[in-house]
């Protein structure tokens, strides 16, 4: 068995299961490359501090580099009994360039370094993410341009309600997914922070430059304070309940979808490359992808309940516990990536049926806020109003006709305040037009709607590739 980094003072090698047990190898090796650089900008440091020799720093990058080459290749070997993937580094650079490789770990503890790395790498994939659900807004305001005179019924209750336009039901989706990216912004600001230099828990004798080491990472500030750079895991909690919200709203929309595309409704048709048949009913094709994503928003809630539950009862400061982070936040990095890739592409090629739904618009009643309406301009208090419109609609279902198929006759046995002009307003089209309250759904406000949405983009971008 190989002696352990940390053997000194024990008489006994570590029971095998324990070594099993403790390792965290298997998946925080996807972290080598952070590890790596923030390595580098540490010895970098300790060069520039005068605390170890140029030579010496030269040779421990240079050593380093080799490593990082070799891992990329896939020909270095892990070996459990390194127990992470920082020591896996460290003694393979000890192997490679002598007891210099030792002093790598001079003024720095892993309990700082793994902070670092995971910091290092979750600002790279919020912003891989971000740039993903800003792709997936380019596409909704592409549909909603494709779709713009198509109309649907807007529900609550999941019943028929009021006529809306389909894109006002998209933009909808695209302002949820703008507060999803203003998250994922202020979570990457408190993501952002450089903790190296807490050491193990109170800091280090070392003179050493922390300012220099977050320059050199690309970090725009260092933290305060020793005890909670290491103990610290709420940037990782912040992402998790950003991600959970995303998945809400796909798994909203995937639902949605889900029931559009079943015959009882037929408002669209996904695309075959984005669906499954059964392997015993020829006839189906099934939303398998939409379901798989309303489904897979479980795990990465249950990450975030996994992660708050690690954390609730920990003293201060460094607990192994908090290695209990990264599976989670691995997994939920991975499956949210898939799933908003796979989302945009599957709203990117359905199909709308605007005439189905627009025919399901005209059913059901959803013009009855209109008569009531009509009447209340007339002078009528809205709730007797509400009343007479009310004894229309059951008039209609008696007669199993719809409200446009009444004469102006009928409408009067109602109310004398019927005109004419009640056709007009009860017409779906002029129905939604006159909704132009800001934020509505007349194509007017629509179209503001839109623009705003363009800016909001412009924006994302630049926040996503400044200069
Ligand atoms: N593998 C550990 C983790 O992920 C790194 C820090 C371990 N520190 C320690 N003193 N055991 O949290």
Redesign the pocket.
């Known amino acids: 068995m190989k002696p352990k980094l940390?053997g000194g003072r024990f008489k006994k090698n570590t029971n095998k299961l324990v070594e099993e047990f403790?390792?965290?190898l298997s998946f925080?090796r996807r972290l080598y490359k952070y590890d790596i650089k923030g390595s580098i900008a540490h010895v970098k440091m300790l060069s520039k501090c005068k605390i170890i020799s140029p030579d010496e720093a030269a040779k421990i990058e240079e050593g380093l580099s080799e490593i990082y080459r070799e891992i990329e290749a896939g020909k270095f070997v892990f070996d459990v009994a390194d127990?992470?993937?920082?020591?896996a580094i460290e003694r393979a650079l000890i192997d490679k360039i002598g007891s210099v490789g030792g002093k790598l770990h001079t003024a720095r503890?892993?309990?700082d370094?793994?902070s670092l790395d995971?910091r290092l790498y979750l600002k790279d994939e919020i912003k891989i993410i971000s740039e993903l659900v800003l792709g997936l807004q380019q596409e909704l305001i592409q549909l909603a341009k494709n779709n713009v005179e198509v109309i649907l019924p807007g529900y609550t209750h999941l019943q028929r309600a009021q006529p809306i336009l389909f894109s006002h039901h998209l933009m909808a989706y695209f302002f949820m997914l703008e507060r999803d990216f203003e998250r994922l912004k202020d979570c990457y600001r408190r993501t952002d922070v450089m903790t190296l230099g807490a050491g193990?828990l109170a800091g280090t004798t070392f003179p050493i430059d922390r300012e220099h080491v977050a320059n050199e990472l690309g970090f725009s500030r260092v933290s305060e304070n020793s005890l909670d750079s290491v103990a610290d895991r709420d940037f990782i909690v912040e992402f998790l309940s950003a991600a959970s919200i995303i998945m809400v709203h796909l798994s909203r929309f995937c639902e949605e979808l889900i029931l559009w595309c079943s015959s009882e409704f037929d408002f669209i048709e996904l695309d075959d490359a984005f669906t499954t048949g059964s392997s015993i009913m020829p006839q189906k094709k099934n939303p398998d992808v939409a379901e798989l994503i309303r489904g897979k928003s479980g795990r990465i809630f249950g990450h975030l309940m996994g992660l708050l539950t690690v954390l609730k009862a920990l003293p201060m400061a460094?607990n192994?516990d908090?290695?209990e982070?990264?599976e989670g936040l691995f997994d939920s990095v991975d499956t949210l990536k898939l799933v908003l890739e796979t989302f945009t592409g599957m709203i990117g090629s359905m199909e709308t049926k605007g005439e189905n739904m627009k025919k399901a618009a005209k059913g059901g009643f959803a013009n009855a806020t209109d008569v009531a309406d009509y009447l209340t301009v007339k002078g009528i208090p809205f709730r007797e109003s509400h009343e007479i419109a009310g004894k229309i609609v059951a008039s209609c279902i008696d007669k199993g006709c719809c409200l446009s198929d009444l004469s102006l006759s009928a409408f009067k046995n109602f109310s004398p305040h019927f005109d004419e002009d009640i056709f007009q307003i009860i017409n779906i089209k002029n129905s939604l037009g006159r909704k132009m309250s800001f934020g509505g759904t007349s194509p007017k406000s629509v179209e503001k709607q839109m623009a705003i949405a363009e800016k909001i983009l412009k924006e994302e971008q630049a926040w996503l590739t400044p200069g």
């Open positions: 940390w403790t390792s965290s925080d127990e992470d993937i920082h020591m503890s892993r309990n370094q793994v995971v193990a460094y192994r908090l290695q982070d990264k």
